[in-house]
């Protein structure tokens, strides 16, 4: 095995370890009482984020969802600024405006949207404007399988490919959209099918494998960097905590549930390194120790936050504005 596939398997590791630690952090934290949010986690979903996120340079744009943690993770967003956000607090990465679900961070270019389906089309003008500008960089966006059954995603797919944009359509199906199985609301088992209709590569793939995902997706990137238009790769995953923390999950079938935590891809692609002699089980532990260390020092830098003062409720209402 190259070093190359060795760092980048081992920077994958991390990002979805972090990502995990993160969200489970953040539930305990919100089941204690110690945070009153509304939070949507993406545990579970974490290998397609992770390798979606290695293909990936830092001026190329990542437009995702309010279940959108490990793929702003994966980009480079601090989780401490990331909690902060979530707290509400002015030294959050939005400045305490985002919340929960609206974060970003435009120095790593990563953007959010709590409308099902809404950040297609921004996705959509990310890659326009790429294009237009005459550079190499391209966009990803990372959704559900619920907004392939929005327009906007049938009206920013067909776009894209008729001007070949830069672009790569990620759908993390997770079998649910909200409450409703995917065979109550979608005809179609693998969602990629649709591409056809809008003469552009579709790819169904196994979202629980990173190795997997980042073979396609890296293609895919590649493919829109080169000037070769879109492509949509679907992600087939599973949502570990439910549609939002503290969900009931009664909707779900138990033994269905049971068998994804078993099979929870990101300690499963630890053991996967470290048996193929890419990660030592020292070095794993050692870094998530630090996690957790970072995560400590998170919550207490969060804790101790304020919120915004009323007289800055005006701030940031146009862009290119920063009265701080």
Not at 3 to 21: F, G, L, Q
Not at 77 to 83: K, N, R, T
Not at 295 to 314: F, M, Q
Request: proline share 4%; glycine share 10%; net charge negative.
């Amino acid at each position: 095995m190259s070093k190359p596939d060795v760092e980048r398997r081992t920077w994958m590791y991390r990002r979805m370890t972090e990502a995990k630690m993160f969200e489970e952090r953040l539930a305990m934290l919100m089941m204690a009482g110690a945070l009153e949010t509304f939070y949507l986690a993406q545990r579970g979903q974490e290998c397609s984020s992770a390798a979606l996120g290695a293909c990936l340079r830092a001026e190329d744009a990542t437009v995702t969802t309010y279940r959108g943690l490990a793929d702003q993770v994966a980009k480079g967003v601090d989780l401490a600024d990331i909690l902060c956000e979530i707290y509400g607090h002015d030294d959050g990465i939005c400045k305490g405006r985002g919340g929960a679900m609206h974060y970003m961070d435009w120095n790593v270019h990563t953007y959010a949207t709590g409308i099902v389906g809404g950040g297609i089309p921004v996705a959509v003008g990310l890659a326009f404007a790429a294009k237009y500008k005459g550079t190499d960089t391209v966009a990803a966006c990372v959704f559900g399988d619920g907004a392939t059954d929005q327009g906007t995603f049938h009206e920013a797919m067909n776009m894209a490919s008729l001007w070949e944009l830069p672009i790569v359509f990620l759908c993390q199906n997770n079998g649910y959209g909200e409450a409703t199985p995917q065979p109550q609301h979608q005809k179609k088992v693998d969602v990629a099918e649709r591409a056809a209709a809008y003469d552009m590569p579709g790819i169904t793939i196994d979202g629980n494998d990173a190795d997997a995902a980042y073979d396609v997706i890296s293609d895919a990137v590649a493919t829109a960097r080169a000037g070769g238009g879109p492509t949509m790769v679907e992600a087939k995953t599973y949502r570990l905590m439910g549609h939002f923390v503290g969900d009931p999950m009664i909707y779900m079938p138990q033994d269905e549930v049971a068998q994804a935590r078993a099979n929870d891809p990101v300690p499963r692609y630890r053991t996967r390194l470290i048996e193929e002699g890419v990660l030592s089980e020292g070095d794993a532990n050692a870094f998530e120790s630090e996690v957790a260390a970072r995560l400590d020092r998170a919550v207490e830098r969060a804790k101790a936050g304020t919120p915004p003062s009323l007289d800055t409720l005006t701030h940031f209402v146009y862009a290119g504005e920063d009265p701080y």
